[in-house]
């Protein structure tokens, strides 16, 4: 899934009444995005919504591929054939086959499909509901990776008389998994209650308040007073948490498979169409004194484009050269940066304490002569994004399944839905497109390099996904892919 570091509302805490003993507060960076599965494009609106509703497959904290809906699946060459488990709406209406069909093709309906939602389904030709518990999805082609893609929260399995809605209440939020919605006030909170048709069982934490708040300190003094149990660390507050001595013993490390990174757009800035003015910026910024002495909180410099969960971090991006970097923008034209015009950097307003924030345009300026205009936006920042309207921004990408495909493929192919940069290379998609059939890391690798020179994208760093959990809370597994599982919380 795309991230978006992204933010809006305030948490209106005057609503708030003393939390009861089975009940805990999640608060988030940002409000949710949406309350439709098929656009929770965004970390924190996955995470929550991932508890109401379910796939047919999930992935674990090892990585690995595990059942959820469906109970078993096989794979015949382009025929995957999928078998459903026993399991219940939180209306009480049976999970069957046309809730799996009418949601598969609503998530690759062109009238409300988002474009991410082509990036899992794009290698599906049709879906056929067998029997109740029998699904076929015929593929234009074999995939390796499409029971993976399957386990996506914005493909998830909703009653099919939502076919052709959008959800936006959360009275039509209905899943089959423990938890159900039962309160949405925007830029206020959300409510989770336990579903009474899970077939898990009973769930320990009989509610879940759900409240965004955007502003940094005071969501850790929150955390450190006592109001706030569970959170998910923005990348800009790692460092925080990781000098603080009571934040850091409540903190949870993951391994990460997410790549901060800047996005070029050359449509909104013609002179990026230019490689050598992309190379010239990479290799103008020094990524290891960005990750290590300012974003700090076990940040490692990208040395290329595939984050550390995927594979290990090797030298394929342009090295740091600020010399070079001046020789080869005189070389395209822009001698000192001269007849540039001004560039400017998108970014959202929650991750305005992002050292890069700062760190690009004084080090653009100083190595290169080029002036940037920081631009900080709200919820609308993805819109930006997908309408090519900002020659750089700040983004990220976390893999939502431990494979390279997940992220070279899906930023990168210049069929990719998600292709945000405008990347087209000929040479690339051919070597991607060997390693998506092979599944070889050394095949990944030659694509990798391939774009790692051309410099579609400048990954960054990559960073632990961190949680914080207050001292009354336990039991909570926490995973790399996923939503937070409550089922054996303890308070």
Same mark, same amino acid.
């Given at each position: ?35 439709? /599965? ?21 992935? $674990? ?9 469906? &109970? ?13 488990? $026993? +399991? ?9 086959? &046309? ?49 993976? &893609? ?103 490390? =993951? %391994? ?6 800047? =996005? ?24 290891? &004194? ?24 090797? /030298? ?7 010399? +070079? ?16 015009? *001004?560039?400017?950097?998108? !970014?959202?307003?929650?991750?305005? =304490? ?6 690009? %345009? ?18 609308? !920042? ?10 750089? +921004? ?7 399944? *431990? $494979? ?38 050394? $095949? ?48």
């Amino acid at each position: 899934m795309p991230l978006l570091l992204a933010g809006c509302g305030r948490g209106n805490f005057s609503e708030r009444s003393a939390r009861k003993s089975d009940s805990i507060t999640w608060a988030l960076r940002n409000d949710l995005k949406s309350l439709d /599965p098929i656009r929770a494009n965004e970390e924190n609106t996955a995470s929550v919504l991932g508890e109401v509703v379910e796939t047919l497959v999930t992935v $674990d904290p090892t990585g690995k591929i595990q059942p959820a809906l469906a &109970k078993s699946w096989t794979v015949d060459g382009a025929k995957v054939t999928f078998t459903l488990g $026993d +399991a219940k709406f939180s209306d009480g209406t049976p999970v069957t086959a &046309k809730d799996v069909k009418a949601s598969l093709d609503r998530a690759m309906d062109p009238k409300l499909l988002p474009l991410e939602t082509s990036t899992y389904l794009g290698d599906v030709s049709e879906v056929v509901a067998t029997d109740d518990h029998t699904v076929t999805i015929l593929l234009k082609t074999p995939s390796r990776t499409i029971v993976s &893609k399957l386990s996506s929260p914005q493909v998830a399995i909703i009653p099919a008389r939502f076919r052709n809605q959008a959800i936006t209440k959360a009275e039509d939020l209905i899943g089959s998994g423990p938890y159900r919605m039962t309160d949405y006030r925007p830029s206020q909170r959300a409510v989770l209650e336990p579903n009474p048709n899970w077939r898990g069982g009973k769930v320990p934490i009989a509610r879940i308040e759900i409240i965004p708040i955007t502003d940094a300190s005071s969501l850790l003094n929150r955390f450190r007073s006592g109001d706030v149990d569970l959170l998910q660390v923005a990348s800009s507050d790692v460092g925080t948490i990781m000098d603080a001595k009571d934040l850091k013993e409540r903190a949870t490390l =993951l %391994p990460t498979t997410k790549v901060i990174y800047l =996005l070029i757009q050359p449509a909104a800035y013609p002179p990026l169409k230019d490689p050598r003015v992309r190379r010239a910026i990479a290799m103008a910024l020094d990524r290891k &004194k960005l990750s290590e002495d300012l974003v700090r909180g076990e940040a490692h410099a990208a040395g290329r484009i595939l984050p550390t969960g995927l594979a290990e971090n090797k /030298p394929l991006l342009p090295a740091y050269d600020p010399e +070079a970097a001046r020789k080869l923008l005189a070389e395209a034209g822009y001698p000192g940066g001269k007849g540039l015009p *001004p560039l400017d950097f998108g !970014f959202n307003e929650a991750n305005r =304490l992002n050292a890069i924030v700062d760190f690009l %345009p004084t080090t653009l300026k100083a190595e290169l002569g080029i002036t940037v205009r920081t631009r900080p936006f709200g919820l609308s !920042f993805m819109d930006e994004i997908q309408k090519h309207r900002l020659p750089m +921004a700040l983004s990220g990408w976390g893999a939502p399944y *431990p $494979d390279p495909q997940a992220v070279l493929s899906v930023l990168l192919r210049s069929d990719s839905a998600t292709n945000y940069s405008g990347y087209s290379s000929a040479a690339f998609d051919a070597a991607d497109a060997k390693a998506q059939i092979s599944g070889k890391i050394e $095949d990944f690798e030659a694509a990798e390099k391939i774009a790692a020179n051309d410099v579609p994208i400048l990954p960054l760093y990559s960073q632990p996904k961190v949680w914080l959990m207050s001292a009354r809370l336990g039991g909570v597994v926490l995973s790399t892919y996923g939503s937070p599982d409550f089922s054996k919380a303890k308070l």
